[in-house]
């Protein structure tokens, strides 16, 4: 192969590449989050914002606005995937546990009514939500095409996942999962837990396959 061909070949990202990038993209975001509230009320806004987010400070309104406007988007995991791949994706058994863990949870809250606002029941609720969101974005893109895009977000997954383990614990212990409640939301989020370590190993073995 010439150095012409090595030069143009399609650089290939594995999952800690992406993984990298995740992270870039969370603190710019959050940066970007954190300076439109402290500049909310400001006359020069848009021009400070740009300023301390590095961009170009001598464009023209129109473009510090288009720029801004990329932060104000849904994020990449909560956009809406095509129906077809939907349909595919909702038929998955992850998926169908996912919904059910989430119906569960919320069942609970609303019947206890007094926990809607403890932290660890919020903790629970939003992590195991955030692992549905990583979960879709995962599998309802073109994973096949991109696997080292698609294990990233399944360790988010398998994060969030953990992190709701942990939420369980904790409501277990202070009494406020009572009875056999402890036991069934435990077996549910390890029921998904396993199928993405499951998911992790498979894409592991063909990113394997595919790059040595």
Same mark, same amino acid.
């Given at each position: 192969?010439? /150095? #012409?061909?090595?030069?143009?070949?399609?650089?290939?990202? +594995?999952?800690?590449?992406?993984?990298?990038?995740? !992270?870039? !993209?969370?603190?710019?975001?959050?940066?970007?989050?954190?300076?439109?509230?402290k500049?909310?009320?400001?006359?020069?806004?848009d %021009?400070?914002i740009?300023?301390e987010?590095?961009?170009?400070?001598g464009?023209?309104?129109? &473009?510090?606005? &288009? @720029?801004?406007?990329?932060?104000?988007?849904? +994020?990449? #995991?909560?956009?809406?995937p +095509? /129906? /077809?791949?939907? +349909?595919?994706?909702? !038929?998955?058994?992850?998926?169908?546990?996912t919904?059910?863990?989430?119906?569960w949870?919320?069942?609970?809250?609303?019947? %206890?009514?007094?926990?809607k606002?403890?932290?660890?029941a *919020?903790?629970l609720?939003?992590r195991? =939500?955030?692992?549905? =969101?990583?979960? @879709?974005?995962?599998?309802?893109?073109?994973?096949?095409?991109?696997?080292?895009?698609t294990i990233?977000?399944?360790?988010?997954a398998?994060? %969030?996942?953990?992190?709701?383990?942990? =939420?369980?614990?904790?409501?277990?212990e %202070?009494?406020?999962l009572?009875?056999?409640?402890?036991?069934?939301?435990?077996?549910?989020i390890?029921r998904?837990? #396993?199928?993405? *370590?499951?998911?992790?190993s498979?894409?592991r073995?063909?990113w394997? !396959?595919?790059?040595?």
């Amino acid at each position: 192969m010439s /150095e #012409d061909d090595d030069f143009s070949a399609e650089e290939v990202w +594995d999952e800690y590449d992406w993984e990298r990038f995740l !992270q870039e !993209q969370d603190c710019t975001t959050e940066k970007y989050f954190n300076l439109l509230e402290k500049f909310m009320n400001h006359p020069d806004r848009d %021009a400070l914002i740009a300023s301390e987010m590095g961009w170009d400070v001598g464009a023209d309104d129109h &473009e510090i606005e &288009e @720029a801004a406007e990329l932060f104000c988007e849904l +994020d990449p #995991d909560e956009m809406e995937p +095509d /129906e /077809e791949t939907f +349909d595919t994706f909702a !038929q998955s058994p992850i998926y169908r546990d996912t919904l059910k863990l989430h119906r569960w949870i919320n069942k609970w809250i609303e019947d %206890a009514g007094s926990l809607k606002d403890h932290p660890e029941a *919020i903790t629970l609720a939003t992590r195991s =939500a955030v692992c549905g =969101a990583k979960l @879709a974005a995962a599998l309802c893109g073109d994973d096949r095409a991109e696997l080292g895009m698609t294990i990233a977000y399944l360790k988010r997954a398998l994060k %969030a996942s953990n992190d709701s383990l942990d =939420a369980a614990r904790k409501l277990g212990e %202070a009494g406020l999962l009572t009875g056999r409640q402890p036991s069934t939301v435990r077996r549910m989020i390890f029921r998904i837990r #396993d199928r993405i *370590i499951v998911l992790m190993s498979e894409y592991r073995a063909e990113w394997r !396959q595919r790059h040595g």
